[in-house]
């Protein structure tokens, strides 16, 4: 049962009699709860919808398009509150952070919901069996953070005496035929090594429906205190992860005829190898973990430059990145130097004072350390940060100040791109459209 705030105009529910304030109660007979319940058994075309009005029941006919919304709008998205997270994980980057920040950035979901609907990954440590046979009914399709399939090594990472036993929802999903992408935040001393080629070996077992899975590095902020004692991949320790992962990378592909597994990009960078080729990352499953992202961007920046073409004059333009990108970042630059000869870009790396120096991706860098460190420098015509340093759809950094707040201390007109080669290219020479 859910309270419906407002009907759109000229909806189907509109038309056929609904009102703001009406009590959802059913949907061709099945109870309404959330949003999932709303989408699903509202896709039919024909809908018996059962309402309580003013405390009295009222059953409403709407026939409409397959698909089509009903039109009805809640209180939150969710028609619900956000589920949170039960874990008190080891690698929490949660619990790393300092205090004073928005209160937000302390929420910790582990919402199956969003699981499905945007994509966040999911424990499945506070769900029950009704919420794994809802899954399959609706054959959602979701995304796990694993981590481990070792049991015991489970509870003690997440830190839930439930979490060992939640792993048999993973195999009853999969041999449900429910596609799983999967995440290993991958901790040394912890579940790497033999663990993960335990993990690798036990999910590979519930291929093809476990679709892709991330092997991601653990990230430790300074603020650390009374956690538990994790440390940081090595040069050597992260080498010997990326064998792991392409050893099984080769069997899957000779079993399956695909990698499935992926190491992110950062393991790379702290080995200091050479990232893959375009073609390893095969569909980018796992690009929004971090998983290709400079393979693409290097991919896409040649292919813009090899068309580009720039009559301006003389543009002097600065990009601000984190201490992980600042190669890659450095060498696209050179390559538009070398094409466009009036243009110069500046690449200033940015050691993260903030939440200290061993997190060095750009996402994660602040108003604050930007200011510090390019205040008085060489800045050009133009500064060109990440869209991921901002909240998602704002001008707002991490640590709640703005660009504009950032433009008024350092004297230059801030540029915002996506990890995008050719919106990359563009910025950089000035181009808009």
Known sequence: MVKINSVMHGSPADLSGVKSGDILVEINGHGIKDVLDYMYYAADTDITVKLERNDKPLTINISKDEYDDLGLEFETFLMDQ???CSNKCVFCFIDQMPPGMRETLYFKDDDARLSFLQGNYVTLTNMKQEDIDRIIEMKLNINVSVHTTNPELRVKMMHNRFAGEKLKFIRQLAENGIKLNCQIVCCPGLNDGDELRRSLTDLGELMPNITSMAVVPVGLTKFREGLYPLVSFTKETAGDTIDIIEEFQQKFLKKFGTRTVFPSDEFYLIAER???????????????????????????????????????????????????????????AEMAEN?????????????????GETITVTGLITAQDLIAQLKGKELGDELLISSSMLRRDSDVFLDDL???????????????????GYELLDAIMGVTY
């Not at 073609?279 to 693409?296: A, I, K, T």
Request: charged fraction near 30%.
């Open 402 to 420: 703005t660009v504009a707040d950032v433009e008024r201390e350092i004297n230059v007109s801030i540029k915002s791109t996506n990890s995008d």
């Open 82 to 84: 956000k589920q949170s």
């Open 274 to 332: 050479e990232l893959p080729q375009v073609e390893v990352y095969e569909d980018f499953s796992q690009y929004e973990n971090g998983v290709g992202m400079l393979r693409s961007l290097i991919d896409e920046f040649e292919k813009a430059l090899d068309i580009a073409e720039w009559e301006g004059g003389e543009r002097c333009v600065s990009i601000a990145t984190g201490y992980s990108a600042f190669n890659t970042i450095k060498m696209l």
């Open 339 to 355: 094409r466009f000869p009036l243009l110069k870009c500046n690449v200033y790396r940015i050691r993260n004072d903030f939440f």
